[in-house]
């Protein structure tokens, strides 16, 4: 069918339930154990894939352990502990531009408030969402990571394209409590079944209220091409 509920709202309570339903136990994939590994990852995450980053904090998490460690080691050092992350060098230029700070500026301690926390050389508004829900309990957005982008816009949520505009847009239409887990959601529907190049529309939960689904539909309402 691919007919959206009449109202984006409604919509996205419709999308909700049927996610939860769906993936119950959805949480953050990143592994770490504090504050600091916990924006070390999400900086690395960006444009990469976290099973990668998963794989390479395992060593660098056992290597640097405090903020200072991290701003004291020498560029080519770091940039060698993270060589198989995408744009290593320039993510280790950040990450020890943004330790130095929190040394400096800080007193070691990762800020708990977006403004500070964007401050950071290489934190942009969703590193930070991500620091601030999982690192201090404290929601204030929802982090737009790619999936996030594509399926909100194949949904009819959002016409939006960019990260920060959909961010804005959404915010109004999902239930506050929900903005964390929408995150959640969709990264796992966009993994499991509404992939970027080949959704599986057939097996999707969402299909017979989504504008955009392959069986019923000629465009790719992400994109804005035929499919
Ligand atoms: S898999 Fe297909 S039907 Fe499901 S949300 Fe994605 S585009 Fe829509």
């Not at 099973?51 to 020498?74: G, I, Q, W």
Request: hydrophobic share 35%.
């Amino acid at each position: 069918m691919g007919e959206p509920l009449p109202s984006r709202e409604e919509q996205a309570l419709e999308v909700l339930d049927r996610l939860y339903e769906e993936y119950p136990d959805t949480t953050i994939s990143l592994n770490f154990s504090n504050r600091l590994e916990l924006l070390i990852a999400v900086m690395l995450s960006a444009q990469c894939t976290d099973e990668r980053v998963n794989k390479v904090t395992s060593d660098l998490f056992e290597t640097y352990r405090t903020p200072e460690e991290y701003a004291n080691a020498p560029q080519e050092e770091m940039a060698d502990a993270i060589s198989s992350i995408t744009y290593y060098n320039n993510k280790a230029k950040y990450i020890r531009s943004a330790t130095a700070d929190i040394v400096e500026k800080h007193d070691g301690d990762v800020p708990d408030t977006m403004s500070e926390l964007t401050d950071l050389a290489g934190v942009g508004r969703k590193t930070a969402n991500v620091v601030l829900q999982h690192g201090h309990d404290v929601v204030e957005g929802i982090v737009v990571d790619t999936h996030v982008q594509r399926i909100s816009r194949r949904l009819g949520l959002t016409e939006e394209e960019y990260p920060e505009r959909i961010e804005e847009d959404l915010m109004p239409v999902v239930p506050e409590e929900d903005w964390q887990q929408y995150t959640h959601l969709l990264i796992s529907h966009g993994r499991a079944v509404c992939t970027a190049r080949n959704p599986t529309c057939s097996e999707c939960v969402l299909e017979d209220i989504c504008p955009s689904s392959k069986l019923d539909h000629d465009v790719d309402l992400a994109s804005g091409d035929a499919w």
